[in-house]
């Protein structure tokens, strides 16, 4: 049962409470969380269907790649995806790993057999996982150090999420193209943790109680697997991760983190503030006897926290709008527990409360959430807000203008435009006019869109880009599919409320009142294409052009694609994240953009570029479209890295001379850009 976070405050009832009219326990010589050591033990919280539950920290094992994958099959027509070289069989993986290694690529829960067959006894299965090579020995792969798995930084817990979104992008990839041999791969995000979990990529592994270093205040997340991936909260499912003080008994343990996730109608109305239900018992099935929670495991250690006022990671869970069905949490920090009491749930089972009170002082999180959250609805009392929508409906989201720093009323004059404007056409192939297909489906080879992106569909089907490519090929309006294609990502405008406001010291920027998920579109780069004797011709004039994106610029190179060894892939082409872009493209947004133009730089982006194409009346034309690098939290500054001069890497320039300092503060900061 997950421990979630309800809608209205609940108090106190009047009066002492007997909490052992419900307690029914005996001392448990075992520490809390209790993690079983074969299938065959208990486990809390339900699982989607075919799913064994998953308790990531655990005893070591050989490193393991996931079973069921077959190699592509040769023929005349290219593959769509990548050849993988032959993985490990299930006879080669050892039958436990605490619930990692009982899932096969179908989801599907793996029986433990002996030599003969038959299932082995825990002892054995125990026996047989000691005797294995070290699990972490291919760990390597992405450069995660022993010392680094202990305790992590911002740089170890980004590395982390990386190469786990990365690897889940790709597993979702393989899943929509229906490539697998065997099933397929129901939760990738299951898949791709279970990898990680075996590889040894991970970090904070040592539990502690307060802040786990690297994960910072109103960092967000999409998915449980990444809170067990960085050591925030480590129950895979349960909303109370204990640590045991280091005696032998279950009542020495305290709370270390809850996740709350809005299950229960008892939230307190102060967002500072709250009321927390205890796990355990039955009130809502029908079939079932209805029956009270007891004061043990998580209750028992929330119980002792109380007592100790310890501080505990809180992280809530709040409904995802794109998706009604998902979660998206937040870390909103340390809290203490104030009070804890019993009452009566509405069903007449006997249930545990907790009131947990933030720790002054802290960053705000969920509160920023929640203010959000009026503003998006309409509230009237937003502060600084200039316009509604700057773009003055050329978006289907409205782009807010705000100032609350001084009394600039609004940035220079400019025409809002939310693609290119070319001032000639560009003939770059032979024209293809565009695929036949009705509705392009990843896997299909028939689509020609397809077979010019090496055969792989470059997005999930919930729009996400897969891996930075040399060049993205998208359907264009030449093409026969619908404008709702999913191969028209880039095309179809804003997908997050934007919002333009006036910094503190870096004139006006850019940021979302929207989570964004790491790889999601967020704008195209709009403006009028110069050619370079346009540009030093406004030079020599001093007409200077601070909003110019120029493809021929050094930009720093980083890793954001997955990595093909993590799942028996065959390097290829797919890992070169180079661009490949067919000829130079400067762009000005300085009379005619969009949102792009009040981005920032930063030396540490949340934001890369990517070369997109498609075909428009028969020619095909070069875009600059705008990914989260990493997932984003609602108000965050949207930045990238603006690149430098090629001059000014050359041997003996003075060209650094011109650059302008840099403001963004990060620990890679490079001192100036331009």
């Keep these: 049962m997950e421990e979630e976070l309800g809608q209205n405050n609940s108090v106190p009832p009047s009066g002492p409470i007997d909490k052992s009219k419900i307690l029914d326990i005996k001392p448990l010589r075992s520490l809390i969380p209790v993690y079983p050591m074969s299938p065959q033990a208990s486990q809390s919280g339900q699982y989607p269907p075919g799913f064994s539950s998953f308790f990531p920290f655990g005893p070591t094992a050989h490193p393991t790649t996931p079973s069921g994958f077959a190699t592509t099959p040769g023929g005349a027509m290219p593959a769509p995806i990548r050849a993988f070289r032959r993985p490990i069989g299930a006879e080669d993986i050892p039958p436990t790993m605490e619930g990692l290694n009982d899932l096969d690529t179908s989801g599907k829960k793996k029986k ?164 927390f239900t205890g796990q355990g018992g039955n009130f809502n099935s029908k079939d079932k006897e209805v029956t009270d929670q007891k004061l043990q495991r998580g209750n028992l250690a929330l119980e002792r926290s109380s007592r100790q006022l310890n501080e505990v990671r809180v992280i809530r869970g709040m409904r995802d709008g794109v998706n009604p069905n998902a979660k998206i949490y937040i870390y909103d920090g340390l809290y203490k527990i104030q009070d804890s009491w019993v009452e009566r749930a509405k069903s007449g089972g006997g249930v545990f409360k907790y009131k947990l009170v933030r720790v002054p002082g802290q960053a705000s999180a969920f509160a920023v959430w929640k203010s959000v959250q009026k503003w998006k609805s309409g509230a009237p009392s937003r502060n600084g807000l200039i316009l509604a929508d700057l773009s003055s409906g050329a978006e289907k989201i409205p782009v807010s203008l705000v100032n609350d720093v001084d009394s600039t009323k609004a940035p220079g004059y400019f025409t809002y435009f939310h693609s290119l404007r070319h001032p000639k056409s560009f003939t770059l192939m032979q024209p293809s006019h565009g695929c036949n297909c009705t509705k392009c489906v990843p896997g299909d080879l028939n689509c020609s869109c397809i077979r010019r992106n090496e055969g792989d569909f470059p997005y999930t089907s919930n729009s996400v880009l897969v891996s930075r490519k040399p060049l993205v090929h998208e359907c264009g309006p030449t093409c026969q599919c619908f404008p709702n294609c999913k191969n028209r990502v880039s095309q179809t ?123 428009e009346n028969n020619q095909s034309f070069l875009h600059i479209a705008f990914f989260a690098r990493r997932h984003i939290p609602p108000m965050m500054e949207l930045t990238y890295d603006y690149g430098s001069a090629r001059s000014d890497h050359a041997e003996g320039s003075n060209a650094h001379k011109g650059r302008k300092k840099c403001l963004c503060g990060s620990s890679n900061c490079r001192g100036s850009f331009g």
Excluded at 119 to 131: A, D, F, G, L, W
């Design 493 to 615: 405008g804003l997908k997050h409320h934007m919002e333009v406001f006036k910094t503190k010291d870096s004139g006006w920027g850019l940021r979302s009142l929207d989570p964004i998920r790491a790889g999601s579109f967020i704008c195209e780069y709009a403006g009028e294409v110069l050619d370079r004797t346009r540009i030093s011709q406004l030079m020599k004039e001093g007409d200077s052009d601070e909003y110019v994106f120029d493809t021929t610029r050094v930009y720093d190179s980083f890793k954001w694609n997955y990595e093909p060894r993590l799942l028996d892939e065959v390097s290829t082409n797919d890992s070169n994240e180079d661009y490949a872009i067919p000829y130079p493209l400067i762009i000005s947004a300085k009379n005619v953009g969009n949102v792009a133009r009040f981005m920032n730089h930063s030396c540490s982006p949340n934001v890369f570029w990517q070369p997109v194409m498609y075909e």
């Design 112 to 275: 433990a057999v002996g030599r003969r067959g038959r299932p082995r006894s825990s002892e054995k299965q125990n026996k047989k996982v000691k005797e294995g090579p070290d699990v972490y020995s291919s760990s390597d792969l992405v450069g995660i150090t022993s010392e680094q798995r202990g305790d992590g930084s911002p740089e170890v817990v980004n590395l982390v999420l990386t190469t786990f979104d990365a690897l889940r992008r790709r597993l979702s990839q393989l899943e929509d193209a229906k490539e697998l041999s065997t099933g397929s791969i129901k939760r990738p995000d299951l898949k791709a943790c279970k990898i990680l979990m075996t590889r040894g990529i991970r970090t904070n592994m040592r539990k502690r109680i307060g802040t786990a270093p690297g994960v910072e205040i109103g960092d967000i997340f999409f998915f449980r697997m990444e809170l067990c991936l960085v050591g925030l909260h480590a129950p895979s499912m349960g909303g109370i991760d204990a640590l045991n003080l280091g005696g032998e008994f279950e009542e020495e343990t305290v709370a270390t983190s809850i996740v709350s996730s809005g299950e229960y109608d008892d939230e307190a109305e102060d967002s500072d503030v709250i009321i």
